[in-house]
């Protein structure tokens, strides 16, 4: 089934050219031109992900992230036309999981779109995985081994007692290995959405996962803070 992608465009011409470009590439498009129209598509058709511009008359694409990321999960691709809104989007304030500035090539936004829908994709298949008894490789940092099919963490062979969500935890930052994610985005992931506004469960949970995996907790070099844009699991 062809994966569906909501355009929201208040310029009519680069909202056409968007939605004839993406179903050149195979994918079922909706496009609407404003914040309302595309909080109601986006309830109704489900998309599987959001190209969505900044500057829109009424509500703008801040708004309109900020309570879409309250409804569902569905990955945000900002479109921006201003450099000091990009300090905002970057830090991943809004929810979105990428952004673009304008102008950009066609061929930079088709490339971003699919390879934010393969991400989707992965995640998807890897919480089936773990949903199921298929034995799963164990992930492998040099000493720290990440065990989902036995919910085990060793770190030089020792394993370590972790507690439920900072099992998890580790496993999601293991799986975006290299990755920047804001405290909003893992919170959102791990936690579900009744935890939303509470970012600090994110630092503290990451501080007791750092007593047991970090060999100098008070220098970490797996669990790297990146200031002002979250945490960064380095292996
Ligand atoms: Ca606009």
Redesign the pocket.
């Known amino acids: 089934m062809a994966d569906k992608i909501l355009v929201v465009?208040?310029?009519l011409s680069l909202q056409e050219t968007l939605a004839y470009n993406l179903k050149k590439q195979g994918y079922e498009v909706e496009a609407v031109g404003d914040g309302l129209a595309a909080l109601d598509k986006a309830r109704q058709a489900h998309p599987d992900l959001i190209v969505l511009?900044l500057?829109?008359p009424g509500m703008d694409g801040f708004e309109v992230c900020r309570v879409l990321r309250q409804e569902m999960t569905t990955p945000v691709l900002m479109l921006t036309?201003r450099d000091d809104e990009i300090d905002r989007v970057v830090g991943l304030e809004v929810g979105a999981d990428d952004y673009m500035t304008k102008p950009f090539s066609m061929r930079e936004l088709m490339a971003r779109v699919k390879a934010m829908l393969r991400r989707v994709r992965l995640v998807r298949e890897e919480i089936n995985l773990a949903a199921s008894p298929v034995t799963v490789q164990p992930l492998t940092f040099d000493d720290l081994v990440i065990d989902v099919t036995r919910r085990e963490v060793r770190v030089q062979d020792q394993v370590q007692a972790l507690k439920p969500k900072e099992f998890e935890l580790l496993h999601f930052l293991a799986l975006h290995r290299g990755k920047v994610l804001s405290r909003e985005f893992i919170l959102e992931r791990v936690w579900g959405w009744e935890y939303i506004g509470d970012s600090r469960t994110v630092d503290v949970h990451v501080r007791w996962l750092r007593e047991k995996i970090e060999p100098n907790p008070a220098q970490p070099k797996r669990i790297i803070t990146v200031r002002g844009a979250g945490y960064r699991f380095e292996g």
């Open positions: 465009e208040d310029e511009d500057m829109l036309a």
